[in-house]
């Protein structure tokens, strides 16, 4: 286990969230194997998968977070195989259910809009806050893109950030408009007021109000309690990705550039924007046509 965890984080480039919930998956996983008396790999057969897999949902885990632990297993147990750790792929013929096609959840423009108009206030955690939704919605971030911004990475005179996204991979991500101002008067006044003297220096934009970095969590607080003030209810930050893609969409981008900014790696993932904007445009039709 530790040196496939090794090989995610070196040889995969996975993020040390990744590896995180691969650690937590396999350790449970070797737990359930242990309390069957199997201790050595080839030992593992296709039945103690299912059973494992019986066992997640009895304890109540939701299909997708079964699916999801099933596919850590299954990628475990091939890298056991390649290594030479195992003579046989317990779960070579194991099936994964493809899930359902589920929409992502997008605010509308004219809600986006009213979000950011009622988030006022001139102190610092209040232009912080603001920088954070206009970023997010301006550029397409991920919320671990966002709180890993540096101050290198904003190169704001030319209009664009430096984002580093999934498996360490960098990309540029352009910046304008109500973002790029946004951003640029927290930088000025906003976050030198955030940065405490007593605190461990850091390069990280985005401050807590003790002068740290400021986390994920914290970021799904703040997009949180935005959401409440235009009455959408638990507002994620990755809704306002969703949003930003899709009200691109609409206004004309082309997909690969939408593809690039967001840092897909396949186009097929960005794809899903297209069945979005499809809703879109058949709503506008039904409202619109005088006999639709």
Known sequence: MEEYLSH?????????LTVSAYTTDLCDYASFLDGRGVGDADDVDRACVVAYEADLVD????TSSVDRRVSVIKGFHRFLVREGYARRNPTDTLQLPKPPER????????????????????GPPEMRNRAILEVLYGCGLRVSE????????????????????K???ERISPISGAALEALGAYLERGRPALAKPYAKPTAAVFLNVRGGRLTRQSVHAIVADAGRLVGVDNLHPHTLR???????????????V???????????????????????????YLSAHPRA
Not at 8 to 16: A, Q
Not at 242 to 256: N, Q, V
């Open 167 to 169: 498996g360490g991979k």
């Open 59 to 62: 304890r109540g885990y939701a």
């Open 146 to 165: 966002c709180t890993g911004l540096d101050l290198g990475d904003c190169i704001l005179e030319e209009g664009y950030l430096r984002v580093v996204g």
């Open 258 to 284: 939408i593809q690039e900014i967001l840092g897909h790696s396949d186009i097929s993932t960005t794809q899903v924007y297209t069945h979005v904007s499809r809703t879109h445009i058949r709503e506008e």
């Open 8 to 16: 995610l984080r070196v040889e995969r480039g996975s993020s040390p």
């Open 242 to 256: 969703h949003s930003f893609a899709t009200h691109m969409l609409e206004g004309g981008a082309d997909l690969r």
């Open 103 to 122: 929409l992502p959840d997008v605010l509308s423009a004219s809600q986006v809009g009213a979000m950011l108009a009622a988030c006022t206030g001139d």
